[in-house]
């Protein structure tokens, strides 16, 4: 017998009315309809002492109402008892997924509790939060841009968020566009939303980008290569082109947004004042590279009014 087999039996011997027969006392036990995300795999199973949980499943006694807190695999290998909603117990296939719906179900929880938080304190956005709810119901899932859109709102007014437990989704070319065409900031944003075959796609996609050789061009020269253009450009989010430039006057950064003129204004502001050796920021429309204005750091109006 297994050493993870023995612990487990004596364990739940222990908590059981039954003391000797561990088949019988296994039927005393039942999910509990509890389950609890750490968020990370920190936990250990109180039935076999398996490390590295992430979910614990809450199990009941029936007869002593001792609780424990174990991982899914133990329910499974143990046949520990697993209801539907109509109380029909479940077993093989039926209760994998049960149990899977059962996590799912918690991160619905965790993510509408955040998203009505973010109602209450964006009172401007609620149109668009509510918009971006109805599809996420109707879909069952959040477009790129919508998990971008609600990411930023959430971090400009604080709210406090998971976002490994937001879904989306990538089933439709309109998902995949609106993906791959998010700048590396906005891609990082969301990316603990994507699960591993999304992440796998993202990395085939990027791998298609041109990439410059560093060994045929300086490290300087490097630093400031920038693209021109987005891998796939969208006039609604990619219709200006904002770039960033440090005190020696040379790009560092540049992103594609789309939006009114003020809010890139806004943007290009707080951006300023985020980020220590940026002096100016210069926005011109992507496709015709025209001007729409600069905006200069404090530090570099003072140096501009001496000169």
Same mark, same amino acid.
């Given at each position: 017998?297994?050493?993870?087999?023995?612990?487990?039996?004596?364990?739940?011997?222990?908590?059981?009315?039954?003391?000797?027969?561990?088949?019988?006392?296994?039927?005393?036990?039942?999910?509990?309809?509890?389950?609890?995300?750490?968020?990370?795999?920190?936990?250990?199973?109180?039935?076999?002492?398996?490390?590295?949980?992430?979910?614990?499943?809450?199990?009941?006694?029936?007869?002593?109402?001792?609780?424990?807190?174990?991982?899914?695999?133990?329910?499974?290998?143990?046949?520990?008892?697993?209801?539907?909603?109509d109380g029909k117990e479940l077993h093989g296939e039926s209760k994998s997924r049960q149990?899977?719906?059962?996590?799912?179900?918690?991160? !619905?929880?965790?993510?509408?509790?955040?998203?009505?938080? @973010?109602?209450?304190? %964006?009172?401007? #956005?609620?149109? +668009? *939060?509510?918009?971006?709810?109805?599809?996420?119901?109707?879909?069952?899932?959040?477009?790129?841009?919508?998990?971008?859109?609600?990411?930023?709102?959430?971090?400009?007014?604080?709210?406090?968020?998971?976002?490994?437990?937001?879904?989306?989704?990538?089933?439709?070319?309109?998902?995949?566009?609106?993906?791959?065409?998010?700048?590396?900031?906005?891609?990082?944003?969301?990316?603990?939303?994507?699960?591993?075959?999304?992440?796998?796609?993202?990395?085939?996609?990027?791998?298609?980008v041109v990439k410059v050789d560093p060994v045929a061009i300086s490290s300087q020269a490097?630093?400031?290569?920038?693209?021109?253009?987005?891998?796939?450009?969208?006039?609604?989010?990619?219709?200006?082109?904002?770039?960033?430039?440090?005190?020696?006057?040379?790009?560092?950064? !540049?992103?594609?947004?789309?939006?009114?003129?003020?809010? @890139?204004?806004?943007? %290009?502001?707080? #951006?300023?004042? +985020? *980020?220590?050796?940026?002096?100016?920021?210069?926005?011109?429309?992507?496709?015709?590279k025209e001007l729409v204005g600069i905006f200069k750091s404090i530090d570099q109006r003072?140096?501009?009014?001496?000169?």
């Amino acid at each position: 017998m297994s050493s993870w087999k023995k612990i487990s039996e004596a364990k739940l011997l222990e908590l059981s009315q039954e003391q000797n027969c561990f088949e019988t006392a296994v039927r005393e036990w039942e999910y509990a309809g509890k389950v609890t995300d750490h968020l990370s795999a920190v936990e250990l199973c109180q039935l076999c002492d398996h490390p590295n949980l992430r979910y614990h499943f809450e199990i009941l006694n029936r007869h002593t109402k001792v609780t424990l807190q174990v991982g899914s695999s133990c329910i499974k290998k143990f046949d520990i008892a697993v209801y539907n909603s109509d109380g029909k117990e479940l077993h093989g296939e039926s209760k994998s997924r049960q149990l899977e719906e059962e996590i799912s179900a918690k991160h !619905r929880a965790m993510m509408l509790e955040q998203l009505r938080e @973010l109602w209450r304190r %964006a009172s401007w #956005e609620r149109d +668009r *939060i509510k918009k971006c709810v109805e599809e996420y119901k109707r879909r069952d899932g959040f477009s790129p841009g919508d998990l971008r859109f609600l990411f930023e709102l959430m971090n400009r007014y604080e709210v406090i968020y998971t976002a490994s437990v937001y879904k989306v989704l990538l089933r439709s070319k309109q998902d995949r566009n609106e993906l791959f065409q998010l700048s590396a900031e906005d891609l990082e944003l969301i990316w603990p939303t994507l699960s591993p075959a999304q992440k796998r796609r993202v990395g085939e996609e990027q791998e298609k980008v041109v990439k410059v050789d560093p060994v045929a061009i300086s490290s300087q020269a490097a630093a400031i290569i920038l693209p021109e253009m987005p891998i796939r450009y969208v006039e609604r989010s990619h219709k200006y082109r904002i770039t960033f430039y440090d005190e020696e006057d040379r790009p560092f950064k !540049r992103i594609f947004r789309g939006g009114d003129k003020q809010t @890139l204004q806004d943007l %290009a502001e707080r #951006e300023i004042q +985020r *980020i220590p050796d940026c002096r100016t920021v210069e926005i011109h429309f992507t496709q015709t590279k025209e001007l729409v204005g600069i905006f200069k750091s404090i530090d570099q109006r003072i140096e501009n009014e001496r000169q």
